[in-house]
């Protein structure tokens, strides 16, 4: 059973800076397929990046493009989110989440989900 665990949430101001981290345990992570999800209050869960173990491709939705970066660090089982240029909009929980195949915008194709973690922006 695949476990993952956010870290890195919290509170900053607009146009200031957090990295989300995501460890997986309990399963094989050496696909090096995994997706960041984000979702406010009273609005659907939307795609934010994603990043796939083959050639090392990167997805972005719009809304981050050039702000946010995904990485990874195979050895350590671990997903980032290293987030920039922050604003009010990006405020939500944030998810991890590992996908049946490979990575992909669509958050139906991904079975497993961690908990989440709470990026507050003020303006």
């Known amino acids: 059973q695949v476990q993952l665990v956010e870290s890195g949430g919290g509170l900053v101001q607009a146009g200031g800076s957090l990295r989300l981290s995501c460890t997986a345990s309990?399963?094989?992570?050496?696909?090096?397929?995994m997706g960041w999800f984000r979702q406010a209050p009273g609005k659907e869960r939307e795609f934010v990046a994603a990043?796939?173990?083959?050639?090392?491709?990167?997805l972005y939705a719009d809304s981050v493009k050039g702000r946010f970066t995904i990485s990874r660090d195979i050895a350590k089982n671990t997903v980032y989110l290293q987030m920039n240029s922050l604003k009010p909009e990006d405020t939500a929980v944030y998810y991890c989440a590992k996908p049946k195949g490979q990575a992909t915008p669509n958050p139906q194709l991904y079975d497993y989900w961690g908990q989440g973690t709470q990026v507050t922006v003020s303006s």
């Open positions: 309990g399963g094989t992570f050496s696909s090096g397929n």
């Open positions: 990043i796939r173990w083959s050639g090392s491709s990167t």
